[in-house]
């Protein structure tokens, strides 16, 4: 800000920024309200309370970012274009950076979508985890702004696939070609391997891109066989 406020600043009373800036009391207002509601700026009653200056959280900024989408849909092809070309440079940048607590946030990660699923609910239950992969290793990046885009296209892929019925059913084959890629990862990770990770991540894209289209395109299939049984 340009008075080099800080989260945490109380603002200026009302009167205070009235006889500041010239304005009429209701648009001082309305300025802080819609500051308020962008999520700057936020109101606290009682003693020592006032107008403080807040941090926009990530989660925040995703769902602000979020509500644009509820009325563009973006397809799967969209939404990997974006992954294929992010991802596996995130992952050359990280070989070889990465401590063995990190490693282990991803192994873990790993193991919570390995298991098969017995149902609908576990199946997106699964599918969340196998993302949450993903959004694991951008929140290691030093780059915010990388770290940003990859995790808000992981999450917006995760509410796509369920809302559009995609994350069910699974081909065997493919889940478990992905899980290898994401082990294989962790090992090229580890081992400082920058040509390999990407080369596997760009792997992965692939195989999960494929899986997806492929589940994209099962409600069209079966629209034209009920519109052909007509």
Do not use: C
């Not at 995609?166 to 990862?185: E, I, V």
């Amino acid at each position: 800000m340009d008075e080099g406020w800080q989260p945490g600043h109380r603002l200026p009373s009302e009167a205070d920024l009235i006889a500041r800036f010239g304005m009429a009391k209701g648009t001082i207002r309305e300025a802080i309200r819609i500051l308020e509601a962008q999520g700057l700026v936020a109101s606290r009653t009682g003693p020592g309370g006032g107008v403080f200056v807040h941090r926009v959280s990530e989660g925040r900024a995703a769902a602000l970012l979020g509500n644009y989408f509820y009325f563009v849909h973006p397809t799967i092809d969209d939404i990997y274009q974006i992954r294929a070309a992010l991802e596996p440079e995130l992952a050359a940048h990280l070989a070889g950076r990465l401590g063995e607590d990190e490693l282990a946030r991803l192994e873990a990660a790993i193991d919570d979508s390995a298991p098969p699923a017995e149902g609908a609910q576990d199946e997106a239950a699964r599918h969340a985890a196998s993302l949450r992969f993903h959004a694991v290793l951008a929140g290691m990046s030093d780059n915010p702004l990388l770290s940003f885009v990859i995790r808000f296209t992981a999450e917006l892929l995760g509410e796509v696939t369920v809302t559009r019925g995609l994350h069910t059913p699974t081909d065997p084959a493919l889940w478990d070609a992905g899980l290898s890629h994401q082990r294989r990862l962790v090992a090229a990770l580890r081992a400082g391997d920058a040509d390999t990770a990407r080369a596997v991540m760009q792997a992965h894209m692939a195989i999960a891109h494929r899986l997806m289209r492929v589940r994209e395109a099962t409600p069209s299939r079966r629209f034209l066989r009920e519109r052909r049984a007509e």
